[in-house]
Each structure stands twice: as C-alpha cells, then as structure tokens.
C-alpha cells in the first residue's frame, strides 16, 4: 500500500509559479507511476501530466504544455508539479495519484487528498 500527501498550494497572481509536492509512504516509490489530476469547482476530475518510474518519460495535457512540469526525486519518495505561468482557469484542487502500472484507461491504484489551487486574475 502507498500513501500519498499533496502540500504546496495556495493563492497566486496570475501568471506566477508554485511548487506543488507529493510525499510517497508505504511501499517502494519507485516502482510506480506517478500521476497529477486536477478538479475545478463544479467540473469533473481532468488529468494534467504523467511521469514513469524513472522519471524518463511525462506526458501532460494540452491545457498545461508548456507551463507546467513533473518530476520526482525517488531518493525523498516525492513527486513535484511546477507550475509556471498559471492562468486563471488552473484554479482548482490539485491531485497526486499513484499506479503500478499504466495503459490507457488504468484506474489509479491509490491518490491523495488534494491541495487547492487558487488563482487570480
């Protein structure tokens, strides 16, 4: 099992930065996927950018190209998301989730609680 906690979040102008963090405990970090989502009041939840177990490989949603990155550190059992050039329309609860594996239409194995993200215009 992995447990997995958000922090970072908060308010900021437009077209400013945050870091936001997600700490790993339970299991061998490195052997899974790590995976940010994000859900924006009354919308459902969208994915926003992937990352094997190596770190080699990401993958991120047209929304966020450009602007945002993923990483991880799998020596601390952290995965990041720098978010760069934030928009108004990134405002929304941002989600750390795990998974042992992926293919297209993989559920996640485990997530976090969230951190709220919140940005002016």
């Known amino acids: 099992q992995v447990q997995l906690v958000e922090s970072g979040g908060g308010l900021v102008q437009a077209g400013g930065s945050l870091r936001l963090s997600c700490v790993a405990s339970g299991r061998t970090f490195s052997t899974y996927i790590i995976v940010w989502f994000r859900q924006a009041p009354g919308k459902e939840r969208d994915f926003v950018a992937r990352i094997s177990m190596s770190g080699g490989t990401t993958y991120y949603a047209d929304s966020v190209k450009g602007r945002f990155t993923i990483s991880r550190d799998n020596a601390k059992n952290t995965g990041y998301l720098q978010m760069n050039s934030l928009k108004p329309e990134d405002t929304a609860v941002y989600y750390c989730?795990?998974?042992?594996?992926?293919?297209?239409?993989?559920?996640?194995?485990?997530w976090g609680k969230g951190t709220l993200v919140t940005v002016s215009s």
């Open positions: 989730a795990a998974a042992s594996s992926w293919y297209p239409g993989k559920l996640m194995d485990y």
